[in-house]
Structure formats: C-alpha cells, structure tokens
C-alpha cells in the first residue's frame, strides 16, 4: 500500500509510494467541498467570505455556491468572476428561489470531495481552518463528523463571544446545536441519510448532524477557533430571537431524533431561544436503592431545627411515584435511637439499616451500603439534601437506560439558593465545582447552566449509576475517606468507557457541612493528583 505524505505549507498529497487504485481515484477529487448557498448577500461581505477560502494555508479543496436567485445580478458576478479566477470555485445558479434546504442538497450533490465543509454565505473561516481539519482526517481515519470552536466578528473586523465548544457531548447536543461551525462531514454518510430536510428548515444543520451522529464511527472536535460568524443586522448571530421559527423547528429535530435512538421523552423549548428540554418518561418499576451514610445530625436551616436523615428521605419519599425503592441508611453507632425509630416508621418495610463501626471513611460506609442493596440501580446521597424538583429519583434513572450512560447527576443549591454543583469542573490541576457560588438563574456560558450535558464528574452528594457499573468499576475508592472521593469514582467510569450526564432540570437543596468537617487536607489533594495528574482542559466546561 502507499505511503502518503503532506506538504505542511500546501497541504498537498506527495508520493512516497505506488499507489492503490482507490488512491489515485482519491487524487482527482478534492479532501473538502465547502459548500455554500447564497442569497442576496452584500457584496462586500460575500467577497471576504470568499477571500477566506482562497486564502486557506492547505490547497486540496473546492469550494460550491448555489446562488438561490438573488435578486440583485450583481451577486451572480461576483460568484461568476470568483469562479473565473480560480477553477476550484464552482458556482450552480438555480431558477427559482428554494430555499437554504434545496439550496444546500443541490451542493451537496454536486459535491466532489471526502468531506464536505459548511460555510455560511457572510461568514468567514480561519486561514487554517483546512489544514487543521486535514490532519485531524490523518489521525482519525474513522471521523465521519469534526467541528472546532467558533467567534462571532463585527463589521469592523474585532472578534468577540469565543465558544471553546465540549468534546463530543451527545446530551448537550440534544439541548443545544452546540457543535454549529466549523462543520465537516464525510460527503458518503451525508447522502446516506438523506442530506438537509425540508421540515426542520431553520434548524436544517441541527437535524443533519443529529442524523449523523447516530452512524458516525467517530465524532472529532478540534479545540481550536476556526470559524468567525459574522454578526449582521438579523442575523441569528446577533440573537436568537430573530428566527423564532428555527427553535421549533430544533424541538422538531431533537424530538425525530429521540424516536429514532428509542429514548422515550419528549423534547421542548428550553429556557431561552435556541435550548431544548428533554423530558424522559420515568422508568418506575426499575428496582432503585438509596444509599444514605448517616450519624443522624440535627442543625438548624432556614431559622428551624430539623434532622437531616429525616427531612431528606421524607422530601425524596413525598415527590416519587416509584414504585420499588429501598431506603438503605449506613449509620454510625453514635446515631441516636429516637433517630432510627422516626425512620423505620417513616419508611417502614422498605428500610434496610446498615450499622457502621471504625473512624469515619465515606467511601467505605458508601460501599457498605451497596453490599447490603437489592437494586439494580444505586442512588447515593447525603443525609443533608432536600428535594426541588418533582421525581427525582425517575429523573436521574431515566438516562441509564441509554447504552453508554454510567452516572447521572443533578443541580444542587447551598441553603441560600445559590449554586453548590452544576458537575464538576477538572481544569488546570485542580479538581472544583462548576459555578460554584453563581446565583440561582445564571445561564452559564453559552446556556450551560440551562441544558441536560456530559460532564467530567459529579458530586456523591446525589448520583444515580446502574449496580453493574458501580460493581464494574470496583465502587468508592477507600483511600479516599472524606474528600475527592466522588472525583476518583467518576474519573473510573469514564475511564472504563461510560459518559456521565449532568441534569440541569433535577433540583435539590445540598446542606453541605452541616453534617462534616469540610476541612480539604494537603494529603488528599495531593493523592487525587497523585493517583490521575492534574487536568489541563475541562473537556466539557470552558
């Protein structure tokens, strides 16, 4: 077989080898179509989009307009005479005005490249744009589907609203068409499923990745800025709300979606133009075991006395329809009785009480509770929680029954309403909180705080995970006795190949510390480092 080399200056393809018949085939079409419709788009705005093609550092490309009958003719000659000066530019001209979806099937079937690359007719791509798509296609020659980060630019040239985008995040993308520019697909799959459809006009590149994604071999986000989406009066990059149509047209294509994937929810308008809801119906006869570690502390919140193993179970109990839960509660021996008794009469025969002997180890009472479960999913919490939302527990199971889906976890609210955990943040060397301390109702950057989405890691304090991957992953790691113990457990089941789900809509109140010492020792800090390195870049969170 041959050898292929680039030209680091060129990008083009040099022989090193004989060459097989499907690579000299490969030689007469270009590695990318860049495709793009055009209507009425300003002249001088369409000559800078061309300009940014032509001035690409790698050289193995065409780019295709469809000029959807504009208008003005002076459009058709500056396609005319672009494609005049440069025969990797090809101009279609239709008849009669289709529209973006017709527009963008008649480049896609014109199209001759591996790849095809998606340009908006005002927007501009980085000099590199090509070269960096290119060797990322030579490192991963199963991609079928690679995005990078984007900007949006000014019509005075200064960028602005940089989006360092999430790894590959299939929740998030059914919450947000997050991935968006830079958008490269391989050309064979885009027909395969059909190319753009006419029906989610508006959300048209939302659907055509949602559909691809479902058979890519291989998802590549490449964290680099290589698109600049120009900012124009009416455009959808100013704000969202100039195409209210294209957001239920998007709730259209994450609901075909879910029907074709088999997740049973349905999806909706999110809480802000462009974000969607999924609402998974609850699986409640799925057995589920609460795993609670306890000395029954009491304290004071809100200006009265409770005790936190009592308002917590009751809080969880009182918003269920489920309809086989177990409440496992691992106590220390220094629980009080009158503590142990208000429980079994609140819980009855769905109790089982754990008792717990040796200096406080977290981990270890956490597995304890496990070794004494029935369920096939284990539902961990910590006894100073209250719940906001309604099924918590139907909520948080819902997503493990998608294939991949080892962890879900929700958001939690320190006692005065501002956020405790929105999942975990692992970036530069240290281990933290996403959002911590942001008020109740932040967006987070780009709608973050308002989506279902993958995460690094999610807090003890409330996760949900099947028992087979608890088993598979060997569960609590118990040379973590009070801290980082969540941190090591998540780190283990993405390491064995399952995502964690991080679920904006799931509400509780988190009491932390009132029920603990806080205290962060040097030496465990120095252990979680020690046994993962420090992370450098947050894969999920900017």
């Not at 059909?194 to 508006?202: I, K, L, R, T, Y």
């Not at 809801?277 to 304290?299: F, H, M, Q, Y």
Request: net charge negative; proline share 5%.
């Amino acid at each position: 077989m041959a050898n292929w080399a680039s030209d680091n200056e060129t990008g083009r393809r040099r022989k090193t080898g004989s060459p097989t018949f499907q690579e000299v085939n490969a030689m007469h079409s270009p590695l990318f179509s860049i495709l793009t419709p055009v209507y009425e788009t300003p002249l001088g705005v369409l000559q800078e989009t061309i300009d940014s093609v032509v001035g690409q550092t790698f050289m193995d490309w065409e780019l295709v307009f469809v000029d959807d009958c504009s208008p003005n003719p002076e459009v058709r000659n500056v396609l005319r005479k672009a494609a005049a000066l440069d025969n990797r530019i090809r101009v279609l001209e239709r008849e009669s005005n289709g529209g973006i979806v017709e527009a963008s099937n008649d480049a896609i079937g014109a199209a001759r490249g591996s790849f095809i690359a998606l340009l908006d007719h005002d927007d501009l791509i980085a000099p590199q744009a090509l070269q960096r798509m290119a060797a990322a296609v030579r490192k991963n020659p199963d991609a079928d589907y690679l995005y990078s980060d984007e900007d949006k630019i000014r019509a005075n040239g200064s960028k602005f609203d940089q989006f360092d985008k999430p790894d590959w995040s299939p929740e998030r993308l059914r919450g947000q068409m997050y991935t968006g520019h830079l958008s490269v697909l391989r050309t064979d799959l885009v027909r395969a499923v059909g190319g753009f459809h006419a029906q989610f006009e508006g959300s048209q590149d939302h659907d055509l990745v949602l559909r691809v994604a479902e058979h890519a071999r291989q998802i590549v986000h490449i964290p680099e800025v290589l698109y600049h989406w120009r900012v124009i009066e009416g455009s959808t990059a100013e704000t969202a709300d100039n195409k209210p149509y294209a957001w239920d047209a998007g709730v259209r294509a994450v609901n075909a979606h879910l029907e074709r994937v088999g997740i049973v929810g349905t999806a909706f308008r999110g809480p802000v133009p462009g974000t969607y809801r999924v609402k998974r119906e609850p699986e409640l006869d799925r057995s589920v075991s609460i795993i609670i570690p306890t000395r029954g502390t009491a304290g004071e919140v809100w200006g009265g006395q409770r005790v936190f193993l009592i308002d917590a179970v009751r809080s969880i109990l009182a918003t269920t329809r489920h309809r086989d839960v177990e409440v496992v509660v691992v106590y220390d021996a220094d629980t009080p009785e009158e503590v142990l008794a208000a429980l079994t009469e609140l819980v009855g025969d769905r109790l089982t009480l754990v008792p717990f002997v040796g200096p406080f180890n977290f981990s270890r009472k956490c597995n304890e509770g496990y070794l004494s479960a029935r369920g096939e999913v284990l539902l961990f919490l910590n006894d100073d929680i209250e719940v906001i939302s309604d099924e918590v527990i139907g909520q948080m199971l819902a997503p493990l029954n998608e294939p991949g889906v080892g962890m879900t976890g929700a958001m939690l609210y320190f006692e005065d309403g501002v956020i405790q955990h929105a999942g975990h943040l692992h970036h530069m060397g240290q281990f933290t909180h996403a959002y911590l301390g942001a008020p109740k109702g932040t967006y987070g950057d780009f709608s973050s705080l308002l989506i279902n989405r993958e995460a690094s890691g999610l807090t003890a304090a409330c996760i949900a995970m099947p028992t087979s991957v608890f088993e598979d992953v060997g569960g609590f790691s118990e040379i973590f006795p009070g801290n980082f113990n969540d941190v090591d457990l998540s780190k283990k089941v993405t390491q064995a190949g399952y995502r964690l789900v991080w679920l904006a809509g799931v509400e509780l109140f988190h009491f932390e510390s009132r029920s603990r010492n806080p205290l962060v020792h040097a030496y465990e800090e120095k252990q979680i480092i020690d046994r993962w390195a420090g992370p450098q870049r947050d894969p999920y969170l900017a």
